[in-house]
């Protein structure tokens, strides 16, 4: 049996905001932006290349008002990962070499953080 994970809920305060900062902003494609009332609102953007998009709007009561998510989605490259950010204008940390990879970070307004991890290249160590 499969389990895939295919949406990752998030916490935002301004929903027009959210949807510029992924969807302008970073890049990503806005699958959806449904407002169903004045009290219920859905939008979905997935990064490119993933089978796990992002979710958030008002009245969907997945998280808590207040909440964070941490997100980690990984890369080919984090140099390139970090330049393309950068040029976006998205304020981003450089890349943080560890063992187990290499990371860049960055938030959205809201607080929800993400990393970005370049896999290992196992087959360079001895």
Known sequence: MDFRIELVPLAVTDVDRAKAFYGETVGWNVDHDQTISSELRFVQVTPPGSACSICFGT????????????????????????????????????????????????????????????????????
Do not use: I, K, T
């Not at 909440?67 to 989605?73: D, E, K, R």
């Not at 080919?76 to 998205?90: E, N, S």
């Not at 560890?98 to 370049?118: K, M």
């Open 59 to 126: 009245g969907l009561q997945m998280m808590a008002e207040g909440s964070s998510q941490f997100v980690q989605a990984v890369v080919a490259d984090a140099d390139a990962a970090l330049a393309d950010l950068q040029g976006r204008g998205v304020e981003c940390r450089g890349v943080d070499e560890q063992a187990w990879g290499r990371f860049v970070y960055f938030e959205d307004p809201d607080g929800n953080r993400w990393a970005l991890q370049e896999l290992p290249d196992h087959s360079r160590q001895s």
